[in-house]
């Protein structure tokens, strides 16, 4: 309600209440009564007040400022991929159970290094954890001296002594003959010193191949149990076409290594 309306609906009150005075002699001043005066004064005090009290502005409550949040970069993953199948272990060294693997075409995110022994420290791509790589095969994106440097854990769980372990195969190409031959270097250690057989069984190839590695029959040697290397070859042709390759070491009781799996190309530049 305006501040007009207001003095208008208190006037008029004002006008009905002195027209509704009794009638009397017009010349006799009343003896007693309300004194005008003061009225009209007390109803303009309360104009004044009820006015303010109407036009009195209401209080805004001040906007409450929210901090921003920082938004902080995650840092880029370090990727690894190995250019030879290589074996995950529990530690960096044959010493060190075998928990996993990284082959080729794979890739693993690097968490950490061991730079006195050449082993990067990654996310076990076949089970929960982390798990120890030879660093040999090992490609890696991203700043490598921003890893953190891992201490070489103890060997709680010894390795198994009957079966031998293949550690790694690698492969060398080599042109010199008259047509491209593969090598395949088998690493490989056997804690009882009797490993005698490698068997090599071809697994595919990218084109029609008929063609077989030889296995190959080793002579037992306490050497084993610090690790050893046996090389098998695969004769590539002419042909330009992708092999794969499975590996596998006996030993004179029977006992069987794990299975390597190794690809590799022939004559593709």
């Known amino acids: 309600m305006t501040r007009k309306n207001i003095v208008r609906i208190i006037l008029t009150a004002l006008t009905l209440t002195a027209c509704s005075a009794p009638a009397g002699n017009s010349q006799a001043e009343p003896t007693s009564g309300p004194n005008f005066a003061l009225t009209i004064t007390a ?4 104009i004044q007040g009820v006015t303010q009290t109407a036009l009195a502005p209401t209080s805004t409550p001040e906007p409450t400022h929210t901090s921003t949040p920082v938004i902080t970069e995650t840092p880029s993953k ?11 272990r529990s530690g960096p060294g044959l010493d060190y159970d075998i928990v996993g693997a ?13 730079s006195i022994t050449n082993y990067l420290v990654i996310n076990n791509p076949n089970g929960p954890g982390t798990c120890w790589l030879w660093g040999e095969h090992a490609t890696i994106t991203g700043n490598m001296a921003a890893l953190q440097e891992y ?3 103890p060997t709680v769980t010894p390795r198994a ?15 010199s003959s008259d047509a491209l031959v593969a090598f395949l270097d088998v690493y490989f250690s056997d804690g009882e010193g009797d490993a005698n057989f490698v068997d090599f069984q071809l697994v595919s190839t990218s084109v029609e191949k008929t063609g077989t590695i030889r ?7 306490a ?27 006996r030993d004179q009781a029977g006992h ?3 299975t390597i799996g190794v690809t590799f190309s022939c004559n593709r530049n």
């Open 151 to 153: 201490a070489v854990p």
């Open 223 to 249: 050497n084993q149990r610090r690790g050893s290397v046996v090389t098998g070859q695969w004769g590539c042709g002419t042909d330009v076409y992708d092999v794969t390759v499975g590996v596998t070491i």
């Open 215 to 221: 296995d190959i029959s080793i002579v037992p040697s």
């Open 256 to 258: 069987t290594s794990n």
């Open 43 to 46: 109803q303009a005090l309360l």
């Open 161 to 175: 002594v009957l079966s031998p372990v293949i550690d790694h195969v690698t492969v060398r190409l080599d042109a």
């Open 78 to 88: 370090m990727i690894v991929t190995v250019s030879a199948n290589t074996n995950c």
């Open 102 to 114: 990284l082959t080729i075409g794979q890739q693993a995110e690097a968490v950490g290094q061991s």
